[in-house]
């Protein structure tokens, strides 16, 4: 893989000497990153406004909650705390897998769990 990533660097590099990339449509103006192409048209006006009122989807907030323990659990010396970080962390596994939002593979949770436990 990483010879296939040279080689596209190489042609990008010149690419660019060639000038290529001068005078393309929008140069020097800010990438506008508030479009989304993955959300169906009729339902970016809803998005839009739901991100605008500050929601976050269920499963995103569960998601950073369990970033967040991690973390805490990595810096966790003591081993009783770490004992109960690590339920907290099975439980908020355990909140996502049972979200209606998307299901959490049971399999990929035991996996990260085992090699959690593993590093402990």
């Given amino acids: 893989m990483y010879a296939f990533e040279e080689l596209a660097e190489s042609r990008i590099r ?3 000497e060639r000038g290529d990339f001068d005078d393309l449509p929008g140069m020097g103006r800010p990438l506008c990153l508030e479009e ?3 959300v169906p048209e009729e339902m970016r006006m809803a998005c839009k406004i739901l991100k605008n009122a500050g929601y976050i989807p269920p499963e995103v907030e569960l998601r950073r909650d369990i970033a967040a323990v991690e973390s805490a659990l990595a810096a966790e010396k003591d081993d009783a705390a770490r004992r109960k970080t690590l339920k907290k962390l099975r ?3 355990l909140r996502l ?3 209606h939002c998307r299901q959490a593979s049971l399999l990929l949770q035991r996996e990260y769990y085992e090699k959690v436990v593993g590093k402990l």
């Fill in 14 to 16: 010149e690419a660019m």
């Fill in 36 to 38: 989304d192409d993955f």
């Fill in 91 to 93: 439980c908020l596994f």
């Fill in 97 to 99: 897998d049972q979200s």
